[in-house]
């Protein structure tokens, strides 16, 4: 790994130009932020392989279904989950690949610690 110092040689101009942009940040933060919540982390975990329905998500969780509704309403704001309708049931589901690998590489992170 390269070092950059204040007192030495800076690489700031070539760090500065490998940031992601504001924009980018800033969706990666709501990310982070749906993730700080361990309930919400649960509903991920169980929405790895299966689209879910509340109910169903609430027998699992042993919450209640609107405690499951707030949950995956804030999912659903920061982009992380959607749902499919059939017929009157709403089915949960992980909208993106990268969400399950992030998942992914979190709990490997923690098992190696």
């Given at each position: ?11 700031i101009p070539i760090i500065r130009e490998s940031l992601p942009n504001s924009d980018d940040i800033i969706k990666m ?85």
């Open positions: 790994m390269k070092r950059s110092c204040c007192e030495g040689i800076s690489h933060t709501y990310i982070f932020k749906a993730l700080s919540d361990p309930i919400r982390v649960k509903i991920l975990f169980a929405l790895r392989e299966y689209e879910i329905c509340v109910g169903e998500m609430s027998n699992l969780l042993e919450i209640s279904q609107s405690h499951v509704s707030h949950q995956l309403k804030i999912l659903r704001r920061y982009g992380i989950v959607d749902f499919n309708k059939d017929k009157k049931m709403s089915f949960y589901h992980i909208k993106d690949e990268h969400t399950n690998e992030l998942l992914k590489i979190a709990l490997g992170t923690i098992k190696k610690v």
